[in-house]
């Protein structure tokens, strides 16, 4: 039931503007004259009395609360690259829904056969024929394909870590954009599952349903649905499991692929194990808008054959969720700075956007996330996405595939910072056990990311730019484990004392400069290659 949930917004602060669109759970509304953190307009979700009656509002309640418990890093990566629901709103009869970002700009797309028109870019618009994505204007490569497959398979291998699933993995609620570097946004997370718990009732869209008798809700039922995506994508139609297309372009992708569609969920592989391959495929796939490898003929349906003829299907109707999170202040979790952040949400709600925008401006320098080169440069993307000097085999290619890895240890360092603030914090036995696990996940990251950056192909790169960066990374998981055994010793008794004469503390403070010390080799090697090909640059304490 919609129950009243403390700390919920009432709905008469709540000033609804434009409709956006409408769905079968609820209305979306532009909310006039507010921002969050002073760059992102503020919709409203509001629910069908219906849905009202169906949702969980302590489970909602959840998904809010569950951002500002994140480390820093990890909180502000799923604010960035995810909707989320960031403050509820109720009315008299209860939780009426929740206010939530808009959808980016770059995720809208204008259609050639509807000039003027901009629309919420699903990925429904490119399981299409090559005819199709030429009449629409949309220039899709197949080393976009595999970028785009690339970021999703790590945004969703990242939330499977963090106890949420997907579920209903609909192509309307998976957006895109191909400005840049490829990449993904997803909307409905307030449709997820996390913990093992629905705010609504589960539902599958028609065409991308699990096996029958499969449980819905389990990361390996998003991997199947993972493998359906990348069939259908490369394959150009809205239906079917056809992977000659996958196939043809990349071997050791359409074997995943093939593995994801098995009845058996155990067998399918994790979103995890996709990023090598779909890393070393975008690094060498081509950049020229083709024709897909020539279809296997194959009976089909009449709802597949209108599927594959017709234009695609109009999104549904969602925005996003989940204001993205700067970096807070140097002291503090970042938990406490988002909660100050939805706080004042609720302040500019009440007295206008000034409180945001100033809130904004008062972080703004403080942000430690990389910086990208300037368009037009040599490489730079130009708004296409792929480059056309990025050949097969070639440096930039590499350079590309090895920005991906340095991509997914976005909040890593951040994660391990708050647990060790935690851990010499003295917070209590069950808060040394958090942040024990937290560090130990922290170096199991690591150490998939050195194998991972094992199995790129970086012969073409400087050998001190790689090894370099495989010490600085096994360096720092070795860090991590010795600042685990810390918040073991620290469960015994926790005092400066017991901190300073700990071994493993000194251990990870040796481990912790020889990272630093082999990370700022590896940013010395790297920042010039990336400025070259318009890639992100870094500091080590980014690395």
Known sequence: MSGAAPGAMDISKVVKERKFNSGGQGSVWAVKDRTINGVWPVAYKEYHQATRGQLKADVLAQMVGFM???????????????????????????????????????????????PGVKKPAGFQYLLNSPGYLKNAGIPLSHRHRFELLLDFARILGRLHSLGVVVGDMSPNNVLFTLEGTPACFLIDCDAMLLNGRWALPPVETPGWQLRQGERLGSARGDAYKFGLLAARLFHGEQHGEDLTSLRQADAAVGALAERSLWADPVARPTLEEWVPALANAAATAPTTVGVPSPRRPRAATP?????????????????????????PPAKGRFGRWWAGLVGLALVAVLFGPQVYEWAGDAVAGES???TRSAPGGAGSGGGGGAQDSATPGSVEGQARALEGL??????????VVEAVRLMTSCPGDSRLREAKRALREAAEERDALVRDLSALDVSLLPSSTTSSLRVGWEASADADRAYARVAEELRSGCSAEALR???????????????TAAKKEFVADWNPLARKYGLTTMTEGEV
């Open 501 to 515: 004469s700990s071994t493993p503390w000194q251990e990870a403070a040796e481990a912790s400069g020889r990272a």
């Open 303 to 327: 709802t597949q054959t209108q599927a594959q003829t017709q234009t695609a299907p109009r999104p549904r109707p969602t925005t996003v969720a989940a204001a993205p999170a700067p970096q």
């Open 68 to 114: 500002p418990d994140l480390p820093r890093g990890t909180g502000q990566w799923l604010a960035e690259c995810s909707a989320w629901p960031a403050a509820l709103v109720k009315d008299s009869a209860g939780v009426s829904g929740f206010l939530m970002r808009q959808i980016p700009p770059r995720f809208f797309r204008e259609l050639n056969f509807e």
């Open 368 to 370: 430690g996330v990389g």
């Open 406 to 415: 340095l991509k997914r240890n976005e909040g890593n360092r951040g994660s």
